[in-house]
């Protein structure tokens, strides 16, 4: 889970020109931060690989015909001797990486399915026998550990495209996030963006400058990160506000949408 949260969090922010480790999230937060990878699609798949070891039981509890039921278990069979058929079709399309995104996650789960088809009983009764002791622990252990690997790299780029894909339609609906006011006594070096207003109140104002225009993406022990309403990922400039004595902030709401 942080390593999902880690790499959803990275590529979120990333995405805004901010360093994950820079803004400083704990463990937790990144844990929690993983469970947008719970999203329809995965829970499906998840549920799917859950129930797919009892399909013949469910199966027959349904009342499916036993020749169906043959005809079924035949395929699996089938699916499971060919196992290298899967690996040699996930190295195809790393092999095609760059044509075949945002679906690139489908290689490494290719390669990790066909390895660990390739463990089970109907793959290995199709295989030589014999061999010492090492040698079956050899090549049981050392695909399950590939197997794993692969699935570790699926996870980083779902993790990965889902974190991108949030920054993309964060950065549409900025206009909805908090709204912020600056309040300084000096001027702060804010500028570049159109959508940055900046006023003077006057010397006999002790917050003499405030800022508005400004969206808040993330606080983060004491230091505010702002976008301004018109940023873009190619040209925006991304404000990092500390808040001290000299430093008042206003959050207020964003526009919301219509019912």
């Given at each position: 889970?942080?390593?999902?949260g880690?790499i959803?969090?990275?590529?979120?922010?990333?995405?805004?020109?901010?360093?994950?480790?820079a803004?400083g999230?704990?463990?937790?937060?990144?844990a929690?931060?993983?469970?947008r990878l719970?999203?329809?699609?995965?829970?499906?798949a998840l549920?799917?690989v859950?129930v797919?070891?009892r399909?013949p039981?469910l199966?027959?509890?349904?009342g499916?015909r036993?020749d169906?039921?043959?005809?079924?278990s035949?395929?699996?069979?089938v699916a499971?001797r060919?196992?290298?058929?899967f690996?040699?079709?996930?190295v195809?399309?790393?092999?095609?990486w760059r044509?075949v995104q945002?679906?690139?996650?489908?290689?490494?789960?290719?390669?990790?399915g066909?390895?660990?088809?390739?463990?089970?009983?109907t793959?290995?009764?199709?295989?030589?026998?014999?061999?010492?002791?090492?040698?079956?622990?050899?090549?049981?252990?050392?695909?399950?550990?590939v197997a794993?690997?692969?699935l570790m790299?699926?996870?980083?780029?779902?993790?990965?495209?889902?974190?991108?894909?949030?920054?993309?339609?964060?950065e549409?609906?900025?206009?909805?996030?908090?709204a912020?006011?600056?309040?300084?006594?000096?001027?702060?070096?804010?500028?570049?963006?159109?959508?940055?207003?900046?006023?003077?109140?006057?010397?006999?104002t002790?917050?003499?400058?405030?800022?508005?225009?400004?969206?808040?993406?993330?606080?983060?022990s004491?230091?505010y990160y702002l976008l301004p309403?018109?940023?873009?990922?190619?040209?925006g400039?991304t404000?990092?506000?500390?808040d001290?004595?000299?430093?008042?902030?206003?959050?207020?709401p964003?526009?919301?949408?219509?019912?």
């Amino acid at each position: 889970m942080l390593y999902a949260g880690f790499i959803h969090s990275n590529a979120y922010y990333s995405y805004f020109h901010l360093d994950t480790f820079a803004i400083g999230f704990d463990s937790l937060e990144l844990a929690v931060r993983s469970l947008r990878l719970a999203t329809f699609p995965v829970l499906i798949a998840l549920a799917l690989v859950v129930v797919l070891p009892r399909v013949p039981e469910l199966l027959t509890a349904l009342g499916v015909r036993q020749d169906l039921l043959g005809k079924l278990s035949e395929a699996g069979r089938v699916a499971a001797r060919a196992y290298p058929a899967f690996v040699v079709a996930g190295v195809v399309v790393m092999l095609l990486w760059r044509y075949v995104q945002p679906f690139g996650w489908a290689a490494p789960v290719l390669v990790a399915g066909g390895l660990l088809l390739g463990q089970t009983q109907t793959a290995r009764a199709s295989e030589p026998g014999g061999g010492t002791r090492g040698g079956r622990v050899w090549r049981r252990g050392v695909p399950i550990v590939v197997a794993g690997l692969f699935l570790m790299w699926a996870v980083a780029l779902v993790a990965g495209d889902l974190g991108r894909a949030d920054a993309h339609g964060d950065e549409h609906r900025i206009v909805r996030r908090v709204a912020v006011v600056v309040l300084s006594t000096d001027r702060l070096s804010m500028s570049g963006s159109p959508s940055l207003h900046s006023e003077d109140l006057g010397a006999r104002t002790h917050y003499r400058y405030r800022y508005t225009g400004l969206r808040l993406l993330v606080e983060r022990s004491g230091r505010y990160y702002l976008l301004p309403l018109d940023w873009t990922r190619a040209t925006g400039t991304t404000y990092i506000i500390q808040d001290d004595d000299s430093i008042r902030l206003e959050l207020l709401p964003g526009v919301q949408p219509r019912e």
